[in-house]
């Protein structure tokens, strides 16, 4: 009994490595988009997940997706739009037939593999809204004073559908 729970541990080992190590939960914890509480729902979501592949028998990719695009929209407020739902899906559905097949040693490889690339973190940095345009022209007049601007620089697009909603949409840069 103590060596089964010692395995199903080994796999919530994986679920966080590969949780923690995905960029898009990174910066919607970093940024605060689950608001305070976000490290604490980004734990949380380990052990859902884990949950997840133990109560359900033969899942396949999309449904894998599928749930894990929905817990971050639900406690994150973030649509996951950059592509990188099927990698995260597939590696934990990677992790889960190695503990199933009992391949212990791979699978603690593969986690190692994902922890020893943890120091790589995402980093965004989000616009500063409380100032005005004519004072960051200011600062590039005064950062690049050899040039010489003629017209003053196009005004920002309008906020898109998603932001004027309140959601964060991640899309992979193209």
Request: aromatic share 6%; hydrophobic share 35%.
């Amino acid at each position: 009994m103590a060596a089964a729970a010692a395995s199903r541990e080994l796999f919530a080992e994986g679920v966080r490595a590969v949780l923690h190590s995905w960029p898009v939960l990174q910066i919607a914890v970093d940024n605060g988009f689950g608001g305070v509480f976000g490290p604490q729902k980004a734990d949380w979501m380990v052990g859902v997940v884990q949950q997840y592949f133990h109560d359900n028998a033969d899942l396949q990719q999309c449904e894998v997706e599928d749930f894990i695009g929905q817990l971050m929209d639900q406690e994150f407020d973030t649509v996951v739009d950059d592509g990188s739902l099927p990698q995260v899906s597939l590696s934990l559905l990677q992790m889960f037939a190695q503990w199933q097949q009992g391949a212990l040693q791979q699978l603690k490889q593969t986690i190692n593999k994902l922890t020893s690339n943890k120091s790589q973190r995402a980093k965004v940095t989000a616009p500063d809204e409380e100032r005005d345009d004519e004072t960051q022209v200011m600062e590039c007049e005064a950062a690049s004073p050899s040039v010489n601007r003629t017209q003053p620089p196009p005004p920002p697009p309008p906020p898109s559908q998603d932001e004027e909603d309140g959601w964060t949409v991640v899309r992979k840069k193209k």
